[in-house]
């Protein structure tokens, strides 16, 4: 398949002393979010973005194939409360990913038959979801907090990261910890369990069943 890229020209109209920039951005299934932007979901009915802030003209957004990504075209000279972002959007979201300090999160409800939450370089997603299937990676001071239902999640958490899910309901999970990261979870079925190098797993839910293993060291434990 050809690989198209759209890269967004996008055209501001200036009001008072703030920009506000909007614009279609097209079919995508992937969220990508870095250099410290802070981001807010919205379900809508259209495919599209609205940018404010003083420095909203320097927001870059591509759309790659499917993969939409949000930066910043001059970084180093950005400060997170210069830009607001909503992204409106009307298919699912397979993939949401947050960078280098980014926030990715939303008033709404994310509602799907599966979901993949990624956090990097200490950014945080925080969502209410209800899906059937979660998957969580956090790593390098990445956090994500998440309230709402998944039938069944799978977590994967290292190198300081930290997934905060005591309010999201779970049948199933399955949980990665490792390198000073921390887990915290809600599961009422089945908990396959497993830390190493410091990781730490506290649940509540009184799981009906429980496997553990631990490798040098860290901790799994019941909050109930």
């Known amino acids: 398949m050809r690989k198209i890229m759209i890269l967004f020209l996008l055209v501001s109209t200036i009001g008072f002393s703030q920009e506000t920039i909007k614009n279609e951005v097209g079919s995508f299934n992937e969220l990508k979010v870095f250099n410290g932007l802070n981001v807010s979901i919205e379900k809508g009915s259209t495919r599209s973005i609205e940018i404010s802030g003083k420095k ?37 979201i397979n993939v949401i990913d947050a960078n280098e300090g980014s926030y990715i999160g939303s008033d709404g409800t994310l509602s799907q038959q599966n979901v993949e939450l990624k956090t990097q370089e200490g950014a945080i997603i925080d969502l209410d979801l209800d899906v059937k299937y979660l998957t969580v990676k956090s790593v390098t001071g990445g956090q994500v907090y998440t309230s709402g239902n998944a039938e069944n999640q799978d977590i994967e958490v290292t190198t300081g990261g930290a997934y905060k899910a005591y309010d999201l309901k779970s049948n199933y999970s399955t949980v990665m910890c490792a390198s000073g990261g921390i887990v915290n979870i809600n599961v009422s079925e089945l908990l396959d369990a497993k830390v190493r190098l410091g990781g730490k797993i506290l649940y509540k839910g009184s799981p009906k069943e429980v496997k553990t293993k631990k490798i040098i060291g860290g901790t799994i434990k019941s909050k109930d």
């Open 56 to 92: 909203a003209d320097e927001v870059v957004v591509k759309n790659i194939n499917g993969r939409l990504k949000l930066s910043m075209r001059f970084p180093e000279t950005f400060n997170s409360d210069e830009v607001e972002i909503t992204l409106f959007y009307s298919n699912d």
